[in-house]
């Protein structure tokens, strides 16, 4: 086996933690369930990782087959990593069918077979080597049989967030917008059954309840760190003369939003008196727009 595979072998072991390394391998699924129940996880890492290495090269391990150990450590912990989302497209004129996995290299047919298979969407985490993002593109579209594709304005760290968006696997419109009735106390925390509560507060409360549901709804939010939105606008003013009034270039500035869990974050905001209910759209509309980044121009 190559010294470069091996290496790279050695490499990826020592990052798997101990306690996830037989799952990983598993995962995995290049060595055979009896070379499996011959590795040893209680001994130092090291020791272990040239055990494997043997192991690979007694199967005649290739770089390709090595690389998905890697891709499967990466699916392990992708909440580790900050994801792009990619979409691609076909030429209006293409039917749309299935793509055939042999006309891709192998090192990618398993991973591609998995998260490509029927879908318009990839996700990538950021590389190092910027140019290579470009190739994996072109690689992606002939794999898919695509004749195009655009990086989204959507980035998280929560790929599963991510795949909810993209794919609409949620229910971001609440139907019934003539409702009355107010949320149970459990859905937002709030005690509206407070006897010291005047009645028109009591009012203001349900309406504030009832239109963050239709808004978010009652289900779980995808999980997004952040939201950012950039700003141009021409200066304008009444009043002639004055240091930007000959200004030709648009005045620019930067909002950026950021929450372990943003849109709770946002669905909180207006049950707890932050905010007036409705919220912007510029905040509720992330998930159907399937963006979290913005750029705000004048009309």
Request: hydrophobic share 40%.
């Amino acid at each position: 086996m190559d010294e470069t595979v091996a290496e790279f072998i050695r490499r990826t072991i020592l990052k798997i933690p101990m306690y996830e390394m037989m799952t990983i391998l598993k995962a995995w699924d290049f060595l055979s369930e009896n070379q499996l129940q011959t590795v040893n996880l209680r001994q130092r890492k090291e020791c272990l990782a040239q055990d494997l290495i043997l192991l690979c090269e007694e199967k005649r391990a290739s770089a390709s087959e090595v690389a998905l150990l890697d891709i499967v450590y990466t699916q392990v912990h992708r909440h580790q990593k900050l994801w792009d989302v990619f979409q691609m497209s076909k030429r209006t004129d293409e039917d749309v069918d299935l793509f055939d996995m042999e006309q891709f290299k192998s090192s990618f047919k398993k991973i591609l077979q998995r998260a490509l298979k029927n879908t318009p969407y990839a996700f990538m985490s950021s590389c190092s080597l910027k140019s290579t993002v470009p190739l994996l593109g072109q690689a992606l579209m002939v794999a898919s049989k695509h004749h195009q594709i655009v990086k989204m304005d959507l980035r998280s760290r929560h790929l599963d967030s991510l795949k909810a968006i993209v794919f609409k696997q949620y229910n971001q419109t609440f139907e019934n917008h003539s409702s009355t009735i107010p949320l149970q106390e459990r859905n937002l925390g709030l005690n509206i059954m407070d006897s010291r509560i005047i009645h028109e507060n009591t009012i203001e409360k349900e309406r504030v309840q009832r239109i963050t549901q239709e808004t978010f709804g009652d289900y779980p939010q995808p999980q997004l760190e952040f939201a950012q939105y950039k700003l141009e606008t021409k200066f304008k003013s009444d009043v002639h003369g004055g240091i930007l009034a000959e200004r030709e270039e648009p005045l620019r500035c930067l909002v950026k939003f950021s929450s372990p869990h943003l849109l709770e974050a946002l669905k909180s905001l207006a049950p707890a008196g932050v905010a007036d209910a409705p919220l912007s759209p510029l905040l509720t509309c992330i998930p159907s727009k399937g963006k979290n980044y913005f750029k705000i121009r004048d009309k």
